[in-house]
T-cell receptor, first 112, second 110 residues
Framework: DAKTTQPTSMDCAEGRAANLPCNHS???????VYWYRQIHSQGPQYIIH???NNETNEMASLIITEDRKSSTLILPHATLRDTAVYYC?????????????FGAGTRLAVHP | EAQVTQNPRYLITVTGKKLTVTCSQN?????MSWYRQDPGLGLRQIYY???????DKGDVPEGYKVSRKEKRNFPLILESPSPNQTSLYFC?????????FGEGSRLTVL
């Protein structure tokens, strides 16, 4: 069963921020929020993950609500190359790995 | 360059002809995994391996075998391929939770 709910598709203008929401109302205390993306049929690419604090790296920012029931991935200045399917996944991390279950994701289209 | 390498990238074969898809990673990762991706079904895990000589079934292991004799290699074996194994396959490795995926192997079984 999917643990996350994401919009099927979104649009964003090039140069603007892309805000991708994710609902995970049944998240457990030991589960992290992970974001991956897949461009065309390439291998999925890790973007960012977090537990309860907001996180930022060179690719994106992750905002997790205080109750941890939802989160938002922010691409601050979207480019055409950010057009992809974005997956939000919740999973525990233990033993050096986690089992990530990929849902349908959000298809983000960045247009000129 | 850190990478996960899969071969072949594309393959068309016939029912029943054994084939192996190789996967190799150069990051010294202990964890490796195989996924298949089908339209409308997303990415599904086939097998995974926590370390050398340690493998376990994922969600869709039927019709597949794996082995992990060395840390860097994790081949996927289809002993008797069938058309329902036509799919896009991904190998991945991980050290601390971040999965690194290969570029994929598109397999067609006629």
């Amino acid at each position: 069963d999917a643990k996350t709910t994401q919009p099927t598709s979104m649009d964003c203008a090039e140069g603007r921020a892309a805000n991708l929401p994710c609902n995970h109302s049944t998240i457990s205390g030991n589960e992290y929020v992970y974001w991956y993306r897949q461009i065309h049929s390439q291998g999925p690419q890790y973007i960012i993950h977090g537990l309860k604090n907001n996180e930022t790296n060179e690719m994106a920012s992750l905002i997790i609500t205080e109750d941890r029931k939802s989160s938002t991935l922010i691409l601050p200045h979207a480019t055409l190359r950010d057009t992809a399917v974005y997956y939000c996944i919740v999973a525990p991390f233990s033993g050096g790995y986690n089992k990530l279950i990929f849902g349908a994701g959000t298809r983000l289209a960045v247009h000129p | 360059e850190a990478q996960v390498t899969q071969n072949p990238r594309y393959l068309i074969t016939v029912t029943g002809k054994k084939l192996t898809v190789t996967c190799s990673q150069n990051m010294n990762h202990e964890y490796m995994s195989w996924y298949r991706q089908d339209p409308g079904l997303g990415l599904r895990q086939i097998y995974y391996s926590m370390n050398v000589e340690v493998t376990d079934k994922g969600d869709v292991p039927e019709g597949y075998k794996v082995s992990r004799k060395e840390k860097r290699n994790f081949p996927l074996i289809l002993e008797s391929p069938s058309p329902n194994q036509t799919s896009l396959y991904f190998c991945a490795s991980s050290l601390f939770g971040e999965l690194f995926f290969g570029e994929g192997s598109r397999l067609t079984v006629l």
